[in-house]
């Protein structure tokens, strides 16, 4: 296969969510043929640039499928199957990336507020972050205020997601923020929030940056940060 | 779920005249079907209780190799003769087979197993002995044990065994079902390579609404850690019973085929 062909077979088996050769794919027909793993592998073999990996096999294929579920025509699981691919892609190119001096997009720190256990939206965002080439640090569900912050000054991180699913919890996320004040560190992170009952006026009402809709919106707010 | 149909047996008044007037189209026809509906494995069974031996010799030669030459789908040759599963065996000219099956029987073990061995096919293996089907799961484990012992012997893989707890109807003693589950539970624990198996429909045998019976048996027993199920592919009930047990007990990854029939 040269070097266009199997870019091109990469991002198709994204878009499929085939991880590796025994996956079925958003299509029919597809299990037993190389997927993901396979064909990134032989990429690297074939010392193909990692950085053109990254941007003609994985961000456009996301782009793709953020589409496609959207129009409801993909459902969560394949978009977790796609994301997961992406996850598995990084794993191969992640030594290479580095050795090119290639760095990540920046530290994320997600967390769920004080109170709130909810953390599947906030599990999702976590994995397309991860996906779009961010390093992310997931502090879990229920996490103080005062956690929140003391993680994201130790990491020297430059985002913060915070997700709460509850109209008595989200209001922690005001906390998050004036504590991040309090310690100096605001201007040094952008604070990114979610969750059902938040919304783009309550983002501004409490000093974050934006309001994500959900994980796709989230990815696209960051791309519009010029990030 | 591995799904071996149940259709292709001569005891069904709409199938032994198949077999009975050789009727190589219909047979096709209905393997085509079955394979179409999503069975894994068809299990074919031509005894009408009939024939001489040598007939059911000749009837199974021709129905496996009648569906074997159109139809690319594993076959489990079903019969409590070796002769007739080693006609069936030879006319598979090594596709993958299932023979089933064998009990823990001395006649059983010395004539069957060692086909399973020679033929290198899948094994059903029934958790029963010369005594009949045992009462409590403990000795149902044990006719397992021993049937496990002559495969070691005859090159038999755990992997290529499936153990069937045996499946009574629950009409007649309704602590059936439970005593089954029970089985199959222990037979897990101590077989962890072997698969398991179930004849499905004997559950509801006698009762209304079979397929909702089977159904609910089906999807207990897959917790359970059930592995295949001899069974009605083209059943829709059921068929969505395996969609959604599979979905919900972790073995449909990235939910491909529950939402490839529900979305």
């Not at chain 1, 430059?158 to 922690?172: C, D, H, I, K």
């Not at chain 2, 009837?59 to 594993?74: F, L, Y």
Request: charged content about 25%.
């Amino acid at each position: 296969m040269n070097e266009q062909e199997l870019i091109e077979k990469i991002a198709y088996n994204v878009i499929q969510g085939r991880v590796v050769a025994e996956d079925e794919g958003f299509n029919e027909g597809l299990e037993g043929q190389p997927a993901v793993t396979e064909l990134m592998e032989q990429a690297v073999e074939q010392n193909i640039d990692a950085k053109k990996l990254v941007v003609e096999c994985l961000t456009g294929s996301m782009e793709d499928v953020g589409e496609k579920y959207d129009k409801g025509i993909y459902l969560i699981p394949d978009m977790l199957a796609s994301a997961e691919c992406v996850g598995a892609a990084m794993d191969i190119l992640g030594p290479r990336l580095a050795k090119a001096g290639i760095e990540s997009k920046g530290r994320f720190i997600l967390a769920t507020v004080a109170g709130d256990l909810h953390d599947i939206g906030k599990n999702i965002v976590g994995i397309m972050l991860k996906g779009a080439g961010f390093e992310v640090i997931d502090l879990g569900n229920d996490v103080s205020a005062d956690h929140i912050v003391e993680e994201t000054r130790k990491n020297n991180a430059q985002f913060l997601g915070l997700s709460a699913l509850l109209t008595t919890t989200m209001r922690e996320m005001e906390k998050v923020v004036k504590a991040l004040q309090n310690e100096g560190i605001r201007d040094k992170v952008r604070v990114l929030i979610g969750g059902a009952p938040t919304s783009d006026k309550f983002a501004k009402q409490i000093g974050a940056d934006a309001y994500c809709r959900d994980a796709f919106h989230a990815v696209d707010i960051l791309r519009k940060m010029n990030i | 779920m591995i799904i071996i149909g149940e259709q292709i047996n001569a005891t069904r008044s709409d199938v032994k005249p198949i077999i009975e007037n050789r009727r190589e189209d219909k047979l096709i026809e209905l393997a085509q079907k079955l394979a179409k509906a999503g069975a894994t494995y068809i299990d074919v069974n031509i005894g009408t209780g009939k024939g001489t031996r040598n007939d059911e010799v000749d009837d199974m030669r021709w129905a496996i190799k009648t569906i074997s030459d159109k139809v690319d789908i594993p076959l489990c040759i079903d019969s409590a003769d070796a002769a007739v599963i080693e006609a069936g065996l030879e006319a598979r000219e090594n596709k993958p087979a299932m023979i089933n099956s064998t009990k823990a029987e001395k006649k059983h073990l010395e004539c069957i197993v060692p086909l399973a061995g020679r033929y290198n096919t899948s094994l059903v293996a029934l958790a029963m002995d010369e005594s009949g089907i045992p009462k409590t799961p403990e000795e149902r484990v044990a006719a397992c044990r021993k049937i496990a012992d002559w495969c070691a012997k005859y090159d038999v893989p755990m992997e290529n065994v499936f153990f069937d707890p045996l499946v009574l109807p629950v009409v007649t003693d309704r602590m059936q079902c439970l005593l089954t589950l029970n089985t199959l539970v222990m037979i897990k624990k101590e077989f962890a390579e072997a698969k398991t198996v179930i004849g499905l429909s004997n559950v509801s045998f006698g009762l209304p609404a079979r397929a909702m019976l089977n159904a609910a048996f089906l999807q207990m027993a897959m917790y359970a850690g059930l592995d295949a199920a001899i069974m009605d592919p083209l059943n829709k009930t059921l068929m969505q019973a395996i969609r959604t047990g599979e979905a919900l007990v972790g073995k449909d990854r990235h939910f491909r085929k529950y939402t490839r029939k529900f979305r």
